[in-house]
T-cell receptor, first 110, second 114 residues
Framework: DAKTTQPPSMDCAEGRAANLPCNHSTISGNEYVYWYRQIHSQGPQYIIHGLKNNETNEMASLIITEDRKSSTLILPHATLRDTAVYYCIATSKGAQKLVFGQGTRLTINP | SAVISQKPSRDICQRGTSLTIQCQVDSQVTMMFWYRQQPGQSLTLIATANQGSEATYESGFVIDKFPISRPNLTFSTLTVSNMSPEDSSIYLC???????????FGSGTRLTVV
């Protein structure tokens, strides 16, 4: 798995877009970028993943730079329930396991 | 995506004893994964469990301390043996969610060793 680097913490106001960056400068061509989040005292929850195109689902959008060395997870209208630790993981689909870094602790403020 | 039931949700155990954690999945899966999350830390993979073969342990984890069973394609157990206070952690199981759902995690077992 490629190493990922995320800021340890971020704050965002409720109702605003939360933009969480992730650096994965050593990502290889077959590695996807996955995002998970862990709300306090719960198991991690899958959010979204992508290879090179931008992706959007009901939870979030994922923007991957053209050189694939970094990406941004966007929560378009953050709510208090989005307060969690967000993990960015670069791995191939055949890797068959996830390796978690330290993630970004996102706090949504009222 | 798969749904995981993990039991117990929490326990307080005496040092020197063992605890077995159960993970039940609502669909057949090839691999199941066991993670440990120490207080304030990220998740660390303990081992990967395939049905019909011995589990594959990550560096720093050994079978004598964390024996794993995988009797069928929907169930696995992790035992934390001869516990010490340093084993106080959240233990989570995980499976591939299938399709576009990434990996699914159980709600975890919060273990406190006293």
């Amino acid at each position: 798995d490629a190493k990922t680097t995320q800021p340890p913490s971020m704050d965002c106001a409720e109702g605003r877009a939360a933009n969480l960056p992730c650096n994965h400068s050593t990502i290889s061509g077959n590695e996807y970028v996955y995002w998970y989040r862990q709300i306090h005292s719960q198991g991690p929850q899958y959010i979204i993943h992508g290879l090179k195109n931008n992706e959007t689902n009901e939870m979030a959008s994922l923007i991957i730079t053209e050189d694939r060395k970094s990406s941004t997870l966007i929560l378009p209208h953050a709510t208090l329930r989005d307060t969690a630790v967000y993990y960015c993981i670069a791995t191939s689909k055949g890797a068959q396991k996830l390796v978690f870094g330290q993630g970004t602790r996102l706090t949504i403020n009222p | 995506s798969a749904v995981i039931s993990q039991k117990p949700s929490r326990d307080i155990c005496q040092r020197g004893t063992s605890l077995t954690i159960q993970c039940q999945v609502d669909s057949q899966v090839t691999m199941m994964f066991w993670y440990r999350q120490q207080p304030g830390q990220s998740l660390t993979l303990i081992a990967t469990a395939n049905q019909g073969s011995e589990a594959t342990y990550e560096s720093g984890f050994v079978i004598d301390k964390f024996p794993i069973s995988r009797p069928n394609l929907t169930f696995s157990t992790l035992t934390v043996s001869n516990m010490s206070p340093e084993d106080s952690s959240i233990y989570l199981c995980s499976v591939e969610g299938g399709g576009s759902y990434g990996y699914t995690f159980g709600s975890g077992t919060r273990l406190t060793v006293v």
